[in-house]
C-alpha cells in the first residue's frame, strides 16, 4: 500500500487537479455493507456480527462517519468561513436528497401501495413524507410495504443523514467559537464516555428530531476520531504498521464486545484512514466513473424492499444482483443527472488580494 497522501479529494467538478485517493472506493464499500445489511434483514436472514459486537450496515454507517469527520474538518480548515460551509455540505446532502423523496412519493408510492391513487395522495403519510428533505426522518407511505418481513419502512437508511448533518454544524460551532483542540478532545473522550455506559444500553430512548440521542452518541465518536485526526494531524502514524496491529488487537479483543468497541476507536481510524488515504488501481478506475456511494447508499433501500415486494420468491443470489444493478442505475444517474451538477455551484475559497 502507497504511503498516504493528505488530500480532500471529492468527486467534484474539479477533482482532477487532486491527488485520487481511495476515500471514494471505501465510501461505496462502505454503503455496499449497508446493502449486504439490508438484504440480509428483507430475506430474513441473520446478520453476522462482525467482532462480536458490529453487524455490517452499522459497520458500514461508522466507516462514513469516520470519513465525513476527517474530509469535513479539513475543508473547515482550508477555508474557516461559515456560510461557504454550510452551502458545501447542503450541495452534497440536498438536491439527491429532494430528487430521491420525490421519485419515492410521486411514483414508486403510488405504482406499490394497495389504496387507490385518491386515497394515497390525500392520506396525511404522504404529505409527511416530505419532511424527509427537512432531514426529519419519515419511513412510511401509506398502505407501501405494509406486509414485509420490515413493513412500513421505505427508506430506512434516511436516518442517518439528520445525525450527519447535525455534527456539520457541531463542528461549525466549534469552528466560528474559535474552540481549542483540546475541547474536540474532551468531546471526544465523553462521547466515549456515554457510548460505554449510556448509549449501547438500548432502553429508554431518548429522540429530538426524529434522532435517537443515544444513535447520534454511537456514530459522532467516529465522527469525532476523524476530526481529531485532521485537528492533530495525526496522519504520520496511519502506516501500514498500524493497520496489521490494529487487526491484531480488534482480534484479540473479539471476546469481550465492549473492549472491542473501545478498541476499535483507535483501530478504525488506523485501518480506514490509512486505506482511503492511500491510492490504488481500483480507485483510478472509480474516478473516471464518479461517486456513486450516496446514490447507493439512499437508493438501495428502496429498491431491495421494491424488488423483495415484487418477486418474493427469487433465490438470494438473484435478488442481490438484480437489486444490485436497479441501485447502480439510481445511483449513476443521481450522481451524472443531480450531484455532480449540484456540485458546480459549490463555492471557491476567496484568496486574499
Known amino acids: 500500500m502507497p504511503a498516504p497522501r493528505v488530500t480532500t479529494s471529492s468527486r ?29 434483514a428483507f430475506t430474513g436472514r ?17 466507516i462514513f462517519f469516520l470519513i465525513s469527520g476527517y474530509l469535513v474538518s479539513k475543508s ?25 423523496v420525490v421519485l419515492t412519493a410521486v411514483l414508486l408510492g403510488p405504482a406499490l401501495t394497495t389504496l387507490p391513487l385518491h386515497d394515497y395522495f390525500r392520506h396525511p403519510f404522504f404529505r409527511h413524507y416530505f419532511l424527509n428533505i427537512a ?6 407511505l401509506p398502505d407501501v410495504f405494509a406486509h414485509q418481513l420490515v413493513p412500513n419502512a421505505v427508506n430506512g437508511s434516511l436516518w442517518s443523514l439528520p445525525v450527519e448533518f447535525t455534527l456539520y454544524l457541531m463542528l ?5 467559537s474559535r474552540a481549542p483542540r483540546w475541547a474536540i478532545a474532551v468531546l471526544l473522550a465523553a462521547g466515549c464516555w456515554f457510548t460505554l455506559t449510556w448509549s449501547v444500553v438500548r432502553e429508554n430512548l431518548v429522540v429530538v428530531y426524529g ?53 476499535s476507536w483507535i483501530a478504525f481510524p488506523s485501518i480506514f484512514l490509512t ?21 447507493v447508499y439512499i437508493y438501495a433501500f428502496p429498491v431491495q424492499q421494491s424488488v423483495n415486494y ?44
Not at 461549525?172 to 466560528?176: K, P, T, W
Request: proline share 8%.
Open 211 to 263: 434522532m435517537v440521542l443515544q444513535d447520534v452518541m454511537q456514530y459522532g465518536v467516529y465522527f469525532l476520531l476523524g476530526v481529531c485526526v485532521s485537528r492533530f494531524r495525526l496522519e504520520r502514524w496511519l502506516t501500514v504498521t498500524g493497520v496489521f496491529a490494529s487487526l491484531v488487537l480488534m482480534i484479540a479483543a473479539e471476546p469481550w464486545p465492549l473492549v472491542s468497541r473501545a478498541v
Open 275 to 295: 486505506f482511503g488515504l492511500s491510492t490504488s488501481v481500483a480507485a483510478r478506475a472509480l474516478a473516471r466513473l464518479g461517486d456513486y456511494s450516496y446514490g
Open 310 to 353: 415484487l418477486f418474493p420468491a427469487l433465490p438470494m443470489t438473484a435478488y442481490v444482483l438484480l437489486s444490485l444493478a436497479i441501485t447502480f442505475a439510481f445511483a449513476a444517474a443521481s450522481w451524472h443527472l443531480v450531484e455532480r451538477r449540484a456540485l458546480r455551484f459549490k463555492p471557491r475559497k476567496r484568496e486574499a488580494a
Open 135 to 140: 432531514l426529519l426522518p419519515v419511513y412510511a
Open 12 to 40: 467534484g467538478p474539479d477533482a482532477s487537479s487532486h491527488p485520487v485517493n481511495n476515500f471514494d472506493l471505501l465510501r461505496l464499500f462502505a454503503a455496499l455493507l449497508v446493502f449486504w445489511f439490508h438484504a440480509l
Open 172 to 176: 461549525l460551532l466549534l469552528g466560528i
Open 76 to 100: 473547515w480548515e482550508s477555508d474557516p468561513h461559515a456560510p461557504r460551509f454550510l452551502a458545501r455540505r447542503s450541495l452534497r446532502i440536498f438536491p439527491a436528497l429532494v430528487v430521491l
Open 46 to 62: 441473520p446478520a453476522p456480527m462482525l467482532f462480536s459486537w458490529v453487524a455490517p450496515g452499522p459497520l458500514g454507517v461508522y
